[in-house]
Nanobody, 122 residues
Framework: QVQLVESGGGLVQAGASLRLSCAAS????????MGWFRQGSGKEREFVAT????????YYADSVKGRFAISRDNAKKTVYLQMNSLKPEDTAVYYC???????????????WGQGTQVTDSS
């Protein structure tokens, strides 16, 4: 099992950058694929990005491709989401999650963090 804690959210203006972090506890972090999801107010949770256990594969939602980058540091048991050129529609609570599969399907993720809020201040 792995426990996850997100950080780095906040108020940002359109066009700005922000980096989210997700720190994991437990000894098995490096065996999990990791994903980022988000949920805007009144919306369903949606896939943002995922990265394989060794960082060799990454996948993105079309809405963030070219603007966001997911990465991980297994030695630090941390996964990151670098968000650039932020748009008002990126406003949401962002969650990190762990899965045995590198997938965009939230149903395959077994461990979730509590979320961190990203809000457009424009």
């Amino acid at each position: 099992q792995v426990q996850l804690v997100e950080s780095g959210g906040g108020l940002v203006q359109a066009g700005a950058s922000l980096r989210l972090s997700c720190a994991a506890s437990g000894s098995t972090f490096s065996s999990y694929a990791m994903g980022w999801f988000r949920q805007g107010s009144g919306k369903e949770r949606e896939f943002v990005a995922t990265i394989s256990w060794n960082g060799g594969s990454t996948y993105y939602a079309d809405s963030v491709k070219g603007r966001f980058a997911i990465s991980r540091d297994n030695a630090k048991k941390t996964v990151y989401l670098q968000m650039n050129s932020l748009k008002p529609e990126d406003t949401a609570v962002y969650y990190c999650a762990a899965s045995r599969l590198t997938t965009s399907d939230p149903g395959e993720y077994t461990n979730w963090g509590q979320g961190t809020q990203v809000t457009d201040s424009s």
